[in-house]
């Protein structure tokens, strides 16, 4: 490369190139235009090039005439060198998520031709906008997730052909500067993730040309200012989690090109008319909360209303399901958390991937006995909390999906109905009409048989009111398996395999006493079978296969019948029915079973109940409390700061 002394344009972006970048191109003294941004690794997004030998100093120390540098998501991990404020030709500066430290050299602020600068996702990068210039070319500043601190200075006003200004979640403070609203070509203005205070200043009223304002996540105060319904170029305003007051203005249905609003966390008061925001036509995302919301009648005509994608109404004394909601085709997520809702659990749209209910007076889902979602697409942590939602469940089918993370010990606490106490229970597993879950693509109704992967086998078995079974198989769980699952006494087939549950099969598992059938293969178990399994009297099928157990396999009771298969792929076990002896080691004594008040439920009434078949599900399903891995694509920081219910966040960079 270093014999291409005439190079002006190197572009090599998004080429997936890898290791140092070599010292020949510093010898490329007349490039005017560098770009090798994202060369990362397509799966995991690592960074595959490094700029450290030579290092970012020494590489554009001959280049006098550069006007473009950009190295986004090149490994960096060092000072920005002072000479780039030498680089009078510079006209676009972008260095996002490199991993840049220390002290920004206020002197590339003032560079005489610079357009663009970005040095975005650098959050160990510090330092503070200077006085600006008034011959000032700058039209983009983007300093989101950085450790800039400070004021905005009133000489912002000098950069008049500023069209985007984005230093969202830093750690900027004081009053939004008066001189802003000089900026007439402003288009995108991101402040959000700061702590600016005060009011909107009334100056902003020149900035018709906006079409994405985010405000969110500040210290802002005083009444939403008139001179908003003039910005009918709106796409996107977020003044959530601010300290706003007084009522919300009606005037939103004029902004007819809005899609994306949101008002949540705020100290708005009076009532407020849901149709005011409906009446925007082009409205996708909607987000309320803490207020007194009229919903539209519900014998007008709603097939005018805008078809959201998400829909947040948290807190805004509801006392029933928004009617509307049944012509909603392409709703998304839906949160109706903290109402007043009373009645069976409404069943949602078809389209819904995330669906929010907690803390109303619902009905149904504590009577929900089956629970059938294997083979769809759910991905994401299953939450704790979901076992207080379904005390009742008999029968849970998670297979064959895309879940992560470990299981924690609260999640199987509150699963009564599997420790085998529940007295007086019906004849019938009720009908769970009324407890459809989210995402359904059709919904089959099934009399007295369910086909259940049990006992090693396919099988279609008729489901007594007492069989229980849970089945987490084929998904990538991690960790211990809890403790917790040792009360469910009354489990009859439990199916953990092809997951990466690590650390020693639990000895609590001799807790579960109608076992009948116990898989846990595939995994990455170590440590030696517990001698407590052989208690098990009930224990038809067992399978440990392709783990890394060692020692000797216990004898006795239901251990004598169980075949080579049980165990292979386990080359450090050994004895009975493996061909491997153990030498002088010993099996210990058959533990005692505990003792148990639980009566014997013999009951054999066949069951009558409706099974909800999911189809194809996007999406943590976590019952009502589901929908806090969902994401929108629409702006970056849209997506990072959706949802957040608890304060502020720094994104942390990846390490090179």
């Given at each position: 490369m270093g014999n291409l002394s005439n190079l002006k344009y190197l572009n090599l972006s998004q080429a997936r190139f890898f290791a140092q970048i070599p010292i020949e191109v510093s010898k490329l003294s007349k490039l005017m235009s560098i770009d090798l941004s994202h060369n990362v690794e397509p799966s995991s997004g690592a960074k595959l090039l490094k700029l450290q030998e030579p290092s970012l100093r020494t590489l554009v120390q001959n280049f006098t005439g550069l006007q473009l540098l950009r190295l986004t998501k090149v490994c960096i991990s060092a000072q920005v060198p002072e000479n780039l404020a030498n680089l009078t030709s510079l006209a676009h500066l972008l260095l996002e998520d490199c991993g840049l430290q220390g002290t920004f050299p206020t002197g590339i602020f003032l560079?005489?031709?610079?357009?663009?600068?970005?040095?975005?996702?650098?959050?160990?990068?510090?330092?503070?906008?200077?006085?600006?210039?008034?011959?000032?070319?700058?039209?983009?500043?983007?300093?989101?997730?950085?450790?800039?601190?400070?004021?905005?200075?009133?000489?912002?006003?000098n950069l008049v052909s500023l069209t985007a200004l984005e230093i969202s979640n830093s750690s900027f403070q004081g009053s939004i500067p008066y001189s802003l609203g000089k900026l007439t070509q402003l288009t995108y203005l991101y402040l959000p993730l700061n702590n600016f205070e005060g009011e909107i200043p009334?100056?902003?009223?020149?900035?018709?040309?906006?079409?994405?304002?985010?405000?969110?996540?500040?210290?802002?105060?005083?009444?939403?200012?008139?001179?908003?319904s003039n910005f009918t170029k709106l796409v996107l305003l977020d003044l959530s989690y601010n300290n706003f007051?007084?009522?919300?203005?009606?005037?939103?249905?004029?902004?007819?090109?809005?899609?994306?609003?949101?008002?949540?966390?705020?100290?708005?008061?009076?009532?407020?008319?849901?149709?005011?925001?409906?009446?925007?036509?082009?409205?996708?995302?909607?987000?309320?909360?803490?207020?007194?919301?009229?919903?539209p009648n519900t014998t007008q005509e709603n097939d005018t209303y805008p078809q959201l994608s998400v829909l947040v109404l948290s807190n805004c004394s509801l006392t029933q399901f928004p009617d509307f909601l049944q012509n909603q085709k392409k709703l998304q997520y839906l949160a109706l958390d903290s109402n007043k809702i009373q009645g069976s659990v409404p069943i949602p749209p078809q389209s819904l991937q995330g669906y929010e209910l907690t803390g109303n007076r619902l009905t149904g889902l504590t009577q929900l006995r089956v629970l059938l979602l294997g083979s769809n697409r759910l991905y994401g942590v299953v939450p704790g909390k979901i076992g207080l939602y379904f005390s009742m469940l008999r029968i849970i089918d998670l297979s064959n999906n895309e879940l992560t993370g470990s299981l924690s010990h609260e999640l199987f606490l509150n699963w009564h109905a599997m420790e085998g106490k529940d007295e007086g229970r019906p004849s019938y597993l009720e009908s769970l009409q009324n407890a459809v879950l989210p995402g359904l693509n059709s919904v089959a109704v099934y009399r007295y048989?369910?086909?259940?992967?049990?006992?090693?086998?396919?099988?279609?078995?008729?489901?007594?009111?007492?069989?229980?079974?849970?089945?987490?198989?084929?998904?990538?769980?991690?960790?211990?398996?809890?403790?917790?699952?040792?009360?469910?006494?009354?489990?009859?087939?439990?199916?953990?395999?092809?997951?990466?549950?690590?650390?020693?099969?639990?000895?609590?598992?001799?807790?579960?006493?109608?076992?009948?059938?116990?898989?846990?293969?595939y995994n990455i178990l170590t440590g030696k079978i517990p001698t407590q399994l052989t208690i098990l009297t009930f224990l038809e099928n067992f399978d440990v296969s392709y783990n890394r157990l060692t020692g000797a396999i216990?004898?006795?009771?239901?251990?004598?019948?169980?075949?080579?298969?049980?165990?292979?792929?386990?080359?450090?076990?050994?004895?009975?029915?493996?061909?491997?002896?153990?030498?002088?080691?010993?099996?210990?004594?058959?533990?005692?079973?505990?003792?148990?008040?639980?009566?014997?439920?013999?009951?054999?009434?066949?069951?009558?109940?409706v099974v909800i078949s999911m189809g194809y599900l996007s999406g943590l399903v976590s019952g009502v409390v589901l929908g806090h891995s969902f994401t929108i694509k629409r702006h970056e920081w849209f997506v990072k700061t959706f949802g957040r219910r608890h304060g502020k966040t720094r994104r942390r960079v990846r390490e090179c």
């Open positions: 560079l005489p031709n610079l357009r663009r600068l970005s040095m975005s996702y650098n959050e160990d990068l510090v330092g503070y906008l200077p006085k600006f210039r008034n011959n000032s070319k700058l039209q983009v500043l983007r300093l989101t997730s950085t450790g800039f601190s400070g004021t905005i200075p009133s000489s912002i006003s009334a100056s902003l009223a020149n900035l018709t040309q906006l079409s994405e304002v985010a405000l969110s996540y500040n210290q802002l105060t005083g009444k939403i200012p008139h001179f908003m007051y007084g009522s919300i203005p009606r005037w939103f249905s004029r902004l007819q090109n809005l899609i994306v609003l949101n008002l949540q966390l705020n100290n708005f008061t009076g009532p407020v008319k849901l149709h005011t925001f409906l009446n925007c036509r082009q409205l996708e995302m909607l987000q309320l909360s803490d207020v007194d919301l009229i919903l048989v369910i086909e259940i992967a049990d006992k090693g086998r396919e099988a279609n078995r008729q489901i007594l009111n007492i069989f229980r079974s849970l089945d987490l198989s084929n998904n990538k769980f991690t960790g211990k398996i809890p403790g917790s699952i040792g009360n469910l006494k009354g489990l009859q087939a439990l199916n953990l395999s092809h997951n990466n549950f690590t650390d020693g099969i639990p000895s609590f598992m001799g807790n579960l006493s109608n076992i009948e059938s116990l898989d846990l293969s216990p004898h006795g009771n239901q251990f004598d019948t169980f075949s080579n298969d049980s165990y292979k792929g386990n080359i450090g076990l050994c004895g009975n029915p493996l061909s491997r002896s153990c030498g002088n080691s010993e099996v210990g004594p058959l533990p005692q079973p505990n003792s148990s008040n639980e009566e014997d439920d013999t009951s054999s009434t066949l069951v009558e109940w």
